[in-house]
């Protein structure tokens, strides 16, 4: 199975898409974990992206596609695929479609979490993650339930994302607006997006998910 989880940042993917692999052995290809590696390990993508991501706007179409098409063509053919951010214009759809024909792969459903703006500002706001295992917390949300000290790892080094502030999220949210929103009723005459309530509590997300997909 092939999705695309799709919704502003912050609306929860990143989340649902780890829950996904955990159940389904699926495999979450995240174009914003790909270029924070690629930032981390100071490749020629990643000084190329390092400013753009920290204004909050979006890389070019060309890199991101690249990096999906690589990823697909070193994953087994029978393990599904979790777009996670990507695509997010309407080149990058227009390229999925011809990285998934190549890889004999087609897309099953364009999951879309619905969420209220203003409440992701303070959910992107607050989030940081724990730097050993990746679980993600909140400053007001979800604290560890010891402080300081990682509940599933117990690891005690913790990060935050550059571009989780407030001036950031405003920008990547207008993007989302401005070039991403408008690829739905691309998908949406194909008959295959799906709405989920992003803001409901994140085991009824992933209920929800796990329902769009069993009616495949
Ligand atoms: P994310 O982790 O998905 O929120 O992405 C973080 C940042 O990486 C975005 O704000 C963009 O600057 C960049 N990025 C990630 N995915 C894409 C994409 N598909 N197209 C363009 N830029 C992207």
Known sequence: ????????????????????????????????????????????????????????????????????????????????????????????????????????????????LMVDEEALVDRVEGRYTCASCGEGYHDRHKQPAVDGVCDKCGGTEFKRRPDDNAETVRTRMAEYRAKTAPILPFYEARGIVQRVDGMAPIEDVTAAIEKVLASA
């Open 1 to 112: 199975m092939n999705i695309i989880l799709l919704g502003p940042p912050g609306a929860g993917k990143g989340t649902q898409a780890g829950l996904l692999v955990e159940h389904h052995g699926m495999r979450q290809l995240s174009t914003g974990d790909m270029l924070r590696a690629a930032v981390k390990a100071q490749t020629p993508v990643g000084l190329e992206a390092k400013a753009v991501m920290e204004r909050g706007e979006l890389v070019s179409d060309a890199i991101v596609s690249a990096l999906i098409d690589d990823e697909l063509a070193a994953m087994g053919a029978d393990v599904g695929a979790i777009f996670d951010g990507y695509p997010r214009t309407e080149a990058q759809a227009m390229s999925l479609d011809a990285i998934l024909a190549k890889h004999d792969r087609a897309l099953d459903f364009v999951i879309e």
